[in-house]
């Protein structure tokens, strides 16, 4: 059974920072590769930043480049988002997802999401 389960979501300030994590069980973590997507109320769902299995590269959205900092700890079976200098804008709830090929096949999973909240 696959699980993806996000925390760490909440209300904050604008400027202020948040830490999400995404822990992973029922697939072969350290081998998948793990993003973070978000989706505000009225928007389509968006990337906002990847990983590759081993970590040694990251894509984010030009929307939260220099601000939002993605990272995995494969021992653990979780991949975080480090989220800075929050902006209003930044509302909305925050999905992890892991691309994963056993045999070949590529399957998608999704978390439940956290809810972001910027507001003063």
């Known amino acids: 059974q696959v699980q993806l389960v996000e925390s760490g979501g909440g209300l904050v300030q604008p400027g202020g920072s948040l830490r999400l994590s995404c822990a992973a069980s029922?697939?072969?973590?350290?081998?998948?590769?793990m993003s973070w997507h978000r989706q505000a109320p009225g928007k389509e769902r968006e990337l906002v930043a990847l990983?590759?299995?081993?970590?040694?590269?990251?894509n984010y959205a030009d929307s939260v480049k220099g601000r939002f900092t993605i990272s995995r700890d494969n021992a653990k079976n979780t991949q975080y988002l480090q989220i800075n200098s929050l902006k209003p804008e930044d509302t909305a709830v925050y999905y992890c997802?892991?691309?994963?090929?056993?045999?070949?096949?590529?399957?998608?999973?999704w978390g439940q999401g956290t809810q972001v909240t910027v507001s003063s």
């Open positions: 997802k892991a691309l994963t090929r056993p045999g070949g096949v590529r399957r998608d999973y």
């Open positions: 029922g697939f072969t973590f350290s081998t998948a590769h």
């Open positions: 990983i590759t299995p081993d970590g040694g590269s990251t």
